[in-house]
């Protein structure tokens, strides 16, 4: 009888065992990627599969839980964990290390159980809980899937009952593993007008760090977006590829390592440099959302899908209209009077576009605004230029039949203003070292419910006296220098992140109560492109560099993880040596605005320029909603060419730029790509010169999508600095 319940429970035992096992796979799927994990026998957490979606089910168990121990041994239950803690058995990077109150270093988290909902038919989350079975710490690990678009967003909550607050040291938002021959890093780099200049560097043993330390202008020398080709280097149109990006709007940090084994882990967060955090006891602590996608065809493909994804989820507005504008910066920079902006309203008027920006310079009265180093912080209006207030100007637009937009750059302050005069203690500088400046002015110090309160009040005051007024461009042109709030006094550790909350409590409030309101993100140039921004901007200024030839490159950087519909793009006066419709034609591919005066250009250009925001309007869907190729890159050619696609494949356009062709060069047809091919397509080169007829051969003719996509067209010429944009109509 004894043997008999003994038996009886062995086998209960075992069939639970089964059950748990099953039910201890998770799989986070989209409908072409795969992310297994399962739970081990040890009761931690794997990454067990990151690939191409599985076909069948039956396949999942055979797939290990530990891989690739290296040298440990096959006893050793070093693997891919999934949020591996420090002091384990594991010796490379962490993705998580906290300092417990008995000073124990060492955390390891076990599995303890998931649950996963289906938002809608696209949209799946899952989360996945763990424990430390020594310390009282949870975690939870939140994926999030979006099927059609091939997305994972994924982040981290950290919590815990110790009774004095933990140091975290180490808080990434998500950690990867890949297992292959060779992985290739390509970083988008740069500086102040030099943005996003993509290199790729082969990862070997040991880490390669992208990061940064400059706390709120935070993008400044390197972007929170990476590529990893696998076995390849990641390529437009084949090979397997990882692009992933952070959304934070501070310092953020990537670390790819080669382990001994030849495996790569990607681990993505803040940057935990000087921001050794404090939890207590119950506060739950959010990582940024980590964003990525695997192709199996190269970057171009992923780029789309996180076009749908960043369009259909993220980005404020993601599927509206955008306006078109004319911005004074440029035309004027800080020497303007109202008759000054009332004719640039009418020449706004007469380009066509939908609205008037009024940038920089147009506030502050005891220490007046008619440079960068006065006025910051007293967003009064300046009454010397603008003795009739924003009201009137808001009314002279109107009248002038477009709409006002305003800049502001509400989180800084130069230390020549009102507002330093009575509030020293809201910027963030050091009490007792010289100050730095950068850009003549200082960071306000956003950890301070106070001045958050304020940096809210400056956006509400200036909508409530004008709520005609139809856009902000929100500037930030300083990192966080000097870095010490006077707010947070002994908790200086706490500076960096606090700050970004801050920013980022104001910026959900002025959503709340402006959610129809469209805003320019804009950041001394592009320093400021990260996708939990841009769930309260419809768009971002990609750079202060608006010559054109250089643009050229800005835009397909950023285009790599950015809509071009959220790419702001100015039709300027840099580089005279180029022509209106090259600089036009540059700015068209994009989120298309001018910032110039009309004075500038004879009847001849202006003419062209009416006519080109007329092909804008008319083509706004395809550009800003339709599917994005790039063609033939310029940092491989003397040319490049984009093209849009419609989503029902009826429209589409193709951009083709000389830029510095070769005497006697081959010119190579370019082949187009996105179409049907047994449609039949009109092709029609637009944006001419008055007067001017298209020198194409194929203008006018027909061609099936087939034709244009394995032959292509000949858009290229030998004329450097020169360009055709040609619409693509199925009859
Ligand atoms: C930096 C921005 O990028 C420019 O477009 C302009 O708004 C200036 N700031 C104004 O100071």
Redesign the pocket.
């Known amino acids: 009888m004894r043997k008999e319940l003994l038996l009886c429970t062995i086998m209960l035992l075992s069939m639970l065992q089964v059950k748990a096992t099953e039910k201890e796979t998770i799989r986070i799927s989209t409908n072409e990627t795969d992310l297994i994990l399962k739970v081990a026998p040890n009761g931690r957490l794997y990454q067990s599969y990151l690939g191409k979606r599985l076909m069948n089910d039956i396949d999942l168990k055979h797939l290990p839980y530990y891989i690739n121990a290296g040298s440990d041994g096959s006893n050793s239950p070093r693997g891919w964990e999934v949020y591996p803690g420090s002091g384990a058995e594991d010796y490379f990077e962490p993705a998580l290390a906290i300092t417990h109150n008995d000073g124990n270093m060492t955390t390891i988290l076990s599995y303890v159980s998931s649950e996963t909902q289906k938002v809608d038919n696209n949209v799946t989350e899952t989360k996945i809980y763990l424990k430390d079975k020594v310390y009282p710490v949870d975690v939870t690990v939140h994926y999030v899937t979006y099927a059609n678009e091939n997305v994972i967003k994924t982040w981290t909550t950290l919590k815990h009952k110790e009774k004095r607050p933990v140091t975290l040291w180490r808080y990434a938002s998500n950690m990867l593993y890949f297992e292959n021959k060779r992985y290739f890093l390509t970083e988008f780099s740069g500086d102040w007008a030099k943005e996003v200049n993509m290199n790729t560097q082969e990862l070997l043993f040991g880490k390669k760090v992208l990061d940064t330390k400059l706390g709120s202008r935070a993008a400044m020398h390197t972007y929170p977006f990476f590529e990893v080709g696998l076995d390849k280097v990641p390529s437009e149109n084949e090979g397997n590829v990882l692009m992933g990006t952070l959304g934070w709007t501070g310092n953020f940090q990537f670390t790819f390592e080669v382990d001994n084994a030849g495996n790569l882990r990607v681990i993505s967060g803040i940057n935990p440099y000087a921001s050794a955090y404090e939890l207590k006891p119950d506060e739950v602590f959010t990582t940024p959302e980590f964003i990525f996608t695997l192709s199996d065809s190269g970057t171009g493909k992923a780029s789309r899908h996180i076009h749908d994804w960043a369009r259909g989820y993220q980005i404020k507005d993601g599927k509206g209209d955008r306006l078109t504008l004319l911005?004074n910066?440029e035309a004027t920079y800080f020497d303007f009077d109202e008759q000054k902006l009332e004719e640039l309203m009418k020449e706004a008027k007469s380009l066509g576009v939908d609205m008037f920006l009024l940038?920089?310079?147009w506030f502050a009265n005891k220490y007046p605004r008619s440079s960068?180093n006065a006025g910051l912080g007293d967003w009064e209006v300046n009454k010397n230029k603008l003795p009739n207030g924003i009201p009137h100007l808001v009314r002279s637009a109107k009248e002038a039949g477009v709409k006002f937009g305003i800049?502001i750059?509400p989180e800084m302050v130069n230390p020549k203003s009102e507002l330093f005069e009575k509030h020293p203690e809201w910027a963030i500088h050091l009490p007792n070292r010289e100050t730095y400046y950068f850009r003549n002015q200082l960071v306000l110090d956003l950890s301070n419910p106070k001045v958050q309160d304020y940096v809210f009040g400056v956006v509400d005051k200036i909508m409530t006296e004008n709520p005609d007024l139809a856009y902000f461009?929100w500037?930030c042109?300083s990192p966080i220098t000097n870095v010490y709030s006077p707010y947070l006094n002994e908790k200086q550790n706490q500076l960096y992140i606090n700050h970004v909350r801050g920013v980022y409590n104001v910026f959900k409030r002025v959503k709340d109560k402006y959610p129809d309101l469209p805003m320019m993100l804009?950041?001394?140039?592009g320093a400021r492109c990260d996708y939990e921004a841009l769930k309260y901007f419809t768009e971002f200024?990609c750079s202060?560099n608006t010559d054109p030839i250089q643009r050229l490159y800005i835009q397909w950087g950023y285009s790599h993880f950015f809509p071009p519909k959220s790419m702001c793009a100015h039709v300027t006066s840099w580089n005279k040596n180029t022509s209106i419709k090259f600089r036009t034609d540059v700015a068209m591919m994009c989120k298309m605005g001018f910032?110039i005066s009309l004075k500038e250009m004879n009847e001849n250009e202006l003419g062209y320029c009416q006519s080109a925001v007329a092909n804008y309007n008319r083509l706004k869907t395809v550009i800003l909603d339709g599917d994005f190729f790039r063609l033939v890159s310029p940092y491989e050619s003397n040319h490049t060419a984009v093209m849009h696609v419609g989503k029902d494949k009826k429209k589409a356009i193709l951009y083709a730029y000389d830029i510095l062709p070769l005497y006697g060069e081959k010119i190579i047809p370019v082949r187009l790509q996105g179409l049907d091919p047994k449609k039949i397509y009109k092709i029609e080169e637009i944006n001419l010169m008055p007067g001017e007829t298209s020198r194409l051969s194929s203008n006018g003719q027909t061609y099936t999508g087939d034709y244009l996509m394995k032959i292509g067209l000949n858009a290229f010429t030998t004329t450097g600095i020169s360009s055709r944009i040609i619409e693509i109509t199925q009859q």
């Open positions: 911005n910066w940038d920089d310079g960068d800049w750059e461009k500037d042109n804009c950041s001394g140039g200024w202060d910032d």
